[in-house]
């Protein structure tokens, strides 16, 4: 069963901005990182960075370092990916994902397409 | 292109056995752990191994992982037709950032 619940598939238009949202049960929500990654159709993952919920630190891949944002909110256990100045590029499906500093583990979201297109 | 190097396509028949390849650098592979995804058509990845040979509880032992060096595999045993799918490995960089391999398509003629 889906232990991490993403929210719904978005069309955006290039040089938008997009917010997904990754919502966990509180067991999963203390205690272990929130990993997102990416993949474009018929393509390989791409691993994006990561927040820590527990105090909001986060990590990104350089490739994303200045337009990705990852955020969370403790009242409703849910973490944040905010991705801004879209391109056909970013059309891909986003996952988040459970794991440790290191490694992208046990939980996974059920994915959420976003498809950029003019 | 990938950081870690997997091979596009392996196939095998039912019941064999294959190995599907991961190769990286000394500061990836040699000094990270490794871990393996296997994604089925339409679905998100799931983890099968974990820090080079760990399986998470309800992985079949089926499926094994080692690192020698700066290469991983993957192993499978007993091919089942529901094996196929595509097979990631991933590893820390070294640098703070989580890098994954290109995939594996792994058929099961």
């Known amino acids: 069963q889906v232990q991490l619940l993403q929210s719904g598939a978005e069309v955006k238009k290039p040089g938008a901005s997009v917010k997904v949202s990754c919502k966990a049960p509180?067991?999963?929500?203390?205690?272990?990182?929130m990993h997102w990654v990416r993949q474009a159709p018929g393509q390989g993952l791409e691993w994006m960075g990561w927040i820590n919920p527990d105090n909001g630190g986060a990590k990104y891949a350089q490739k994303f370092q200045a337009r990705v944002t990852m955020t969370r909110d403790t009242s409703v256990t849910t973490v944040y990916m905010d991705l801004s100045g879209l391109t056909s590029d970013d059309t891909a499906v986003y996952y988040c994902?459970?794991?440790?500093?290191?490694?992208?583990?046990?939980?996974w979201g059920q994915g959420t397409l976003v498809a950029v297109s003019s | 292109q990938s950081v870690l190097t997997q091979p596009p396509s392996v196939s095998a028949a039912p019941g064999q056995k294959v190995a599907l390849s991961c190769s990286g650098s000394n500061s990836v592979i040699g000094n990270n752990y490794v871990s393996w995804y296997q994604q089925l058509p339409g679905t998100a990845p799931k983890l099968l191994i974990y820090?080079?040979?760990k399986r998470p509880s309800g992985v079949p032992g089926r499926f094994s992982g080692s690192k020698s060096g700066t290469s991983a595999t993957l192993g499978i045993t007993g091919l089942q037709p529901g094996d196929e799918a595509d097979y990631y490995c991933?590893?820390?960089?070294?640098?703070?950032?989580?890098?994954f391999g290109g995939g594996t398509k792994l058929t099961v003629l």
């Open positions: 994902a459970t794991g440790d500093m290191t490694t992208v583990r046990d939980y």
């Open positions: 820090e080079n040979n």
């Open positions: 991933a590893a820390w960089d070294g640098s703070l950032s989580v890098v």
């Open positions: 509180k067991y999963l929500f203390t205690g272990f990182y």
